[in-house]
């Protein structure tokens, strides 16, 4: 089995700044990618940023040059720095991996984090 926690969400004014971090653990071969999702009230879920191992971080259009992903591979972990904030930031962001199982055949299974709220105040 595999956990992912997640912490760092909060409540900030507009132009703030909030760092979100996602550790996993437990039964972990390795790690193809991390990224985060967020959902908005009313609204679906959605791709904020991911990177593959040795790959380039991808982001959704409204976060570029504002948000910046990144991994410690030896903590197995993904932060996301999240600078310039917007009120349609708000929502709960979910850490998201793709991990291959410690146990043999080394299955490859997508997992979620609990979710972590960030609001941004006008």
């Known amino acids: 089995q595999v956990q992912l926690v997640e912490s760092g969400g909060g409540l900030v004014q507009a132009g703030g700044s909030l760092r979100l971090s996602c550790a996993a653990s437990?039964?972990?071969?390795?790690?193809?990618?991390m990224g985060w999702y967020r959902q908005a009230p009313g609204k679906q879920r959605e791709l904020v940023a991911t990177?593959?191992?040795?790959?380039?971080?991808v982001y959704t259009d409204s976060v570029k040059g504002r948000f910046t992903i990144s991994r410690d591979f030896a903590k197995n972990t993904v932060y996301l720095q999240m600078n310039s904030l917007k009120p349609e930031d708000t929502a709960v962001y979910y850490c998201?991996?793709?991990?291959?199982?410690?146990?043999?055949?080394?299955?490859?299974?997508?997992?979620w984090g609990q979710g972590t709220r960030v609001t941004v105040s006008s």
């Open positions: 998201n991996a793709d991990i291959s199982e410690l146990t043999w055949p080394r299955p490859r299974n997508t997992y």
């Open positions: 437990g039964s972990i071969f390795s790690i193809n990618a």
């Open positions: 990177v593959t191992s040795g790959g380039a971080p």
